[in-house]
């Protein structure tokens, strides 16, 4: 079993790769593969918009982005995790969901689509962290990242917000955010051993 998550942050010891860290660690332990990648270690352009993956499932453009898209194939469960970046993503993360344009089809009309992963039993957790207390603050982090892995045919199992963090790292010092996406991590592995 295979494990992707996907961290839109450039903060390495920053608190969306701890979140993460506590997300993996029932998969971990049990035995399964994890990775745990950067967006911001990525070359990935922005999207042109030339409609060039519009009947192939395949991004024209040529750099990184084809990369990821092959973990994204090996993994059976993913996780999406971004900061808070102006009430929304970070623009790496923006960046590689417009390239994942190429990740849905429109056959019959502009109305329906369908995701590359439909059916293929990918589960997935997304996850966002902001700085302020206020949901609002964290305007659509999170349902954004959610609509998106809904969208390309994942199924989105949970998904984690973590309010109230700013410095890198400080989440660490709350166990029971930390324990509660632990509980969250276990619950993705058990729904991928099914
Ligand atoms: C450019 C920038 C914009 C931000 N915008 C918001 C925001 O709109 N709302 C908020 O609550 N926090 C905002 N933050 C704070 C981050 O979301 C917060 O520090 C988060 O913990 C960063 O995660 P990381 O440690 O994984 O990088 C912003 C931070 C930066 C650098």
């Given at each position: 079993m295979k494990l992707l998550a996907i961290n839109?942050?450039?903060?390495?010891?920053?608190n969306t790769s701890w979140l993460i860290q506590s997300l993996l660690a029932p998969a971990d332990k049990g035995g399964a593969q994890t990775e745990s990648i950067f967006l911001g270690d990525y070359n990935i352009g922005a999207c042109?918009?030339?409609?060039?993956?519009s009947s192939s499932?395949?991004?024209?453009?040529?750099?990184?982005f084809a990369q990821i898209i092959k973990k994204i194939d090996a993994a059976d469960g993913i996780v999406l995790a971004s900061p808070t970046y102006w009430y929304s993503v970070t623009s790496d993360m923006k960046r590689f969901i417009d390239r994942?344009?190429?990740?849905?089809?429109?056959p019959v009309n502009r109305k329906q689509w369908i995701g590359k992963y439909q059916g293929t039993g990918k589960a997935c957790v997304t996850a966002a962290i902001c700085e302020?207390?206020?949901?609002?603050?964290?305007?659509n982090t999170l349902s954004l990242l959610t609509d998106f892995s809904k969208d390309i045919g994942m199924d989105v199992i949970a998904s984690v917000k973590a309010l109230g963090?700013?410095?890198?790292?400080?989440?660490?010092?709350?166990h029971a955010l930390l324990e509660k996406a632990e509980t969250t991590g276990q619950k993705l592995f058990d729904r991928l051993k099914r």
């Open positions: 839109g942050s450039r903060r390495k010891n920053g042109t918009g030339c409609e060039g993956c499932w395949e991004c024209v453009l040529k750099d990184d994942c344009y190429s990740l849905i089809q429109f302020q207390s206020e949901a609002s603050a964290m305007g963090f700013f410095e890198a790292g400080s989440i660490k010092a709350d």
